[in-house]
């Protein structure tokens, strides 16, 4: 009998994901609108956004439900023995959950009180649910330790690996959260990243995880039909959260996190972007090395409209990716 070419397959999972989202879409958008899920804005972002405000967020439902959905779907036709054949993306399902729940806790507050979770009990919340995914990764999953470029074999990390872990799990929720702030931008990145995890994926002929890659890959492009400038949605925490999330866990799982900071390389420099700010700011008694921080205001208050800031951002995370995937394939 003649097997799929899972490269094909996987192909294939992220158009039918596409198209579910798409179709989705607007009906929980008009959920969404009836419930009152407008997004306030903070005042720490340029004027020109103003436009925005009372945009429908916790648009992450629209994102991450399809992925469960179909993942499930795809499961369930193989079930033997009350054994549930797609354990693997058990892990990355379980991250999404938490994540997305924790940041749908933290939208509904910021719409109904005007602020959310306090940045402590989110930051614990979030490392001990990333304790427990490197844990399940280590332990469960036995996931290979760090691949480097040009070496065949897995390296040992040792004790470092749970610390490590659990900052790729947390930094790159953070991250991508960081990223959101531009109608696409986090949608487009984050899509193109998972889609070189994808790839790698089918490499190590890790075929769950590349299932698991292309559907979210396939959700995030069909919810980036909305997202597009001028946006009807935003991801909000309950997306960019969860997104992240698994962004961290799939590096960990394939051991090719090494050259995450290639393949999520915007999310990377908007990070940096704050952490030097922030600090900058605290050195010198008030100065600053941005116009503003995220690096996408930054630009954005230079005279670039917001979609030549989303576009250029792609481009650069599209040429970063592509020099990734050449690393961990070197």
């Not at 690996?161 to 790159?172: A, E, K, Q, T």
């Not at 959260?177 to 994926?201: H, I, K, M, Q, R």
């Amino acid at each position: 009998m003649h097997t799929p070419d899972p490269g094909l397959v996987a192909l294939g999972l992220l158009v039918v994901t596409f198209l579910l989202t798409w179709l989705w879409t607007p009906p929980l958008l008009r959920l969404l609108r009836a419930l009152g899920m407008g997004k306030g804005l903070r005042a720490d972002v340029p004027e020109r956004h103003l436009a925005k405000l009372g945009t429908v967020t916790m648009g992450g439902w629209v994102i991450w439900l399809p992925v469960v959905f179909m993942l499930l779907f795809i499961h369930a036709t193989r079930v033997y023995r009350l054994r549930f054949s797609g354990q693997v993306v058990l892990l990355p399902l379980a991250m999404v959950f938490g994540f997305g729940l924790l940041g749908a806790v933290d939208d509904w507050l910021g719409i109904r009180r005007g602020y959310g979770l306090r940045a402590r009990t989110k930051f614990v919340v979030q490392v001990l649910l990333a304790a427990v995914g490197v844990w399940w990764i280590q332990h469960i999953y036995a996931a290979p330790p760090l691949f480097l470029p040009g070496i065949p074999k897995p390296v040992p990390v040792g004790w470092w690996y749970f610390p490590l872990g659990i900052f790729i799990i947390v930094g790159s929720s953070n991250a991508v959260n960081l990223t959101d702030g531009l109608d696409g931008l986090a949608s487009l990145v984050t899509a193109t990243s998972f889609a070189a995890f994808g790839f790698l994926a089918l490499h190590h002929e890790a075929m769950e995880l590349a299932q698991f890659c292309f559907l979210l890959t396939g959700s995030l492009l069909g919810f980036l039909w909305f997202n597009v400038h001028p946006a009807q949605v935003f991801m909000g925490d309950t997306g960019s959260l969860a997104v992240g999330a698994a962004l961290g866990v799939v590096a960990l799982m394939l051991g090719e996190w090494f050259v995450l900071p290639f393949l999520a390389l915007i999310p990377v420099l908007e990070t940096l972007s704050v952490i030097l700010q922030v600090a900058y700011f605290k050195l010198t008694g008030g100065r600053r090395i941005f116009k503003m921080s995220p690096l996408h205001h930054h630009f954005e208050l230079s005279g670039w409209a917001e979609t030549q800031v989303v576009t250029r951002f792609w481009l650069t995370q599209v040429m970063a990716a592509l020099v990734g995937v050449a690393l961990a394939l070197a």
